[in-house]
């Protein structure tokens, strides 16, 4: 006898929620740009010194590799949450800001802190 209770269960999700799926849930996809170790803390850290340099957001988050934040940054960038722009001097000094775009999620930031606290505070209820 075959067990087709997952598949079963899979067929009525999908009818029942037509179209649902990772590509298409719009948190999900937010995620893509967003999600990660250290995106939402760069944005965070940003929005707190904006402008910002590379060697302050390097300082303030000091867990992180320098090849990291390079990467993490040049996503944001390139996603348009935040602009950078480099300063013809010597040394070189580069500055990067929220983009208009980038300053949408400051509010949605502080609603999921908000959460966070929520979550906290409730989950050490239940364990108590």
């Known amino acids: 006898m075959e067990n087709n209770t997952n ?5 009525v999700i ?4 037509p ?7 719009p948190v999900t996809n937010m995620f893509k740009v967003i999600g990660g170790k250290w995106k939402m803390l760069l944005i965070a850290a940003i929005r707190d010194d904006c402008p910002a340099r ?3 957001l390097r300082r303030k988050m000091e867990d992180v590799t320098q090849t990291m934040l390079t990467t ?3 996503e944001l960038e390139r996603d348009g949450i935040i602009c ?4 013809a001097e010597s040394p070189p000094r580069v500055e990067y ?3 208009e775009l ?3 999620l400051i509010p949605v930031i502080r609603v999921m802190e908000e959460w966070w606290k929520l979550y906290c505070h409730t989950s050490a209820e239940i364990k108590a």
């Open 14 to 17: 999908n009818e029942e929620n």
């Open 19 to 25: 179209g649902l799926n990772e590509n298409n849930f």
């Open 102 to 104: 980038g300053k949408t």
């Open 7 to 11: 598949n079963d269960t899979h067929m």
């Open 54 to 56: 590379f060697g302050e």
């Open 72 to 74: 993490q940054l040049r």
């Open 84 to 87: 950078r722009k480099a300063y």
């Open 97 to 99: 800001k929220l983009t």
